[in-house]
């Protein structure tokens, strides 16, 4: 069941018609090379380095045709996480209401806030008031872009903490059964898998340089980038772990009581020549189930999942070495 719906639901990642946002990116895509184009002729526009104005039309069609993709998987893990709430529907809603209260207001806030930052970001760099259209366009689309991406990041606030509190309403589970809660590992991979994709793509645009790699300041920005996906992939799971952790340790502590308490018992009879019956299988069993319970994994990821983040994380370097190579063969 979907959060309540929010301008972000309403205008990015389930607008009701979705060919305007589609025209407003494709216009924003082309628009620079056009204007160029027509400023220049078009041989002369592919020697320019419009390049750079590009960046921020292209993370911005890429946010606009992920987001329903990642609303979807946000769906799917609420979905896989209702049957495991001891509630009933009524109950349920208000949980969720309660935790994903979604402020029209704060929205807006937060898209103003996003923009200016954006907006002075550019005019700090640029050392003043745009006086062409390439710098007045790079001013409007980074503001734009900033608001979208602090508005990406207050929605997926809001999705956290709903996640977190659902968690928290959750009973008894078992923890060698993490199949409920592999929907949030999912989604946890698509989300860092997005965020590669996002970086590989602003990479792709700004690494137009054949010797970028031997630039320090690529490996302090592209460093601390490569870590993000692989945080934001264990801190939205953290909730399921606690929680998974908590009943694996609670079980634990029970079957290893039960095992020395038959232990004891089963002593106690050898000692005094009588039969144990079954007593020693059933210890053996419960050992058996103990081992079970030490190995069972509290992360809602299975070893292809944690492959595919590992090798993801490689994909903007390798962005990076190709288009240099091919930047060398091809000049």
Known sequence: MAMSASLFDRWIARPRVRWP??????????????????????????????????????????????????????????????????????????????????????????????????????????????????????????????????????????????????????????????????????????????????????????????????????WVIYVPLALIPIVIFFLNMRPTHRLLSRAKRDELLRVTRQVNSSARQLNGLLQRGQSTGNLAAEIGALMAFERRLESARTWPYDTAMLRTLALSVFVPLATVVSRSVLERIFG
Do not use: K
């Not at 979905?79 to 929205?107: C, F, K, N, Q, T």
């Open 21 to 218: 946002g589609w025209v407003i990116c494709l216009v924003l895509l082309f628009l620079p090379i056009l204007l160029t184009a027509a400023e220049v002729g078009l041989a002369a526009a592919r020697q320019l380095g419009f390049r750079g104005l590009l960046i921020a039309p292209a993370v911005i069609t890429y946010i606009f045709m992920v987001s329903p993709l990642l609303t979807r998987t946000a769906d799917q893990a609420l979905s896989s996480l209702r049957p495991l709430l001891d509630m009933d529907d009524p109950a349920y809603l208000e949980l969720v209401d309660s935790h994903s209260p979604i402020s029209r207001g704060r929205e807006r806030w937060v898209i103003v806030g996003g923009a200016l930052l954006g907006a002075l970001q550019v005019l700090a760099s640029n050392g003043g008031w745009p006086d062409s259209w390439q710098e007045m366009y790079w001013l409007l689309t980074t503001a734009a872009l900033y608001a979208l991406l602090g508005w990406v990041i207050y929605e997926s606030f809001m999705g956290t903490r709903l996640i977190a509190a659902i968690h928290g309403a959750i009973g008894r589970v078992d923890p060698l059964d993490p199949r409920p809660f592999e929907a949030v590992g999912r989604q946890s991979l698509l989300v860092s898998l997005v965020f590669i994709g996002g970086i590989s793509l602003s990479l792709l645009l700004i690494a137009d340089q054949p010797d970028t790699l031997r630039h320090l300041e690529f």
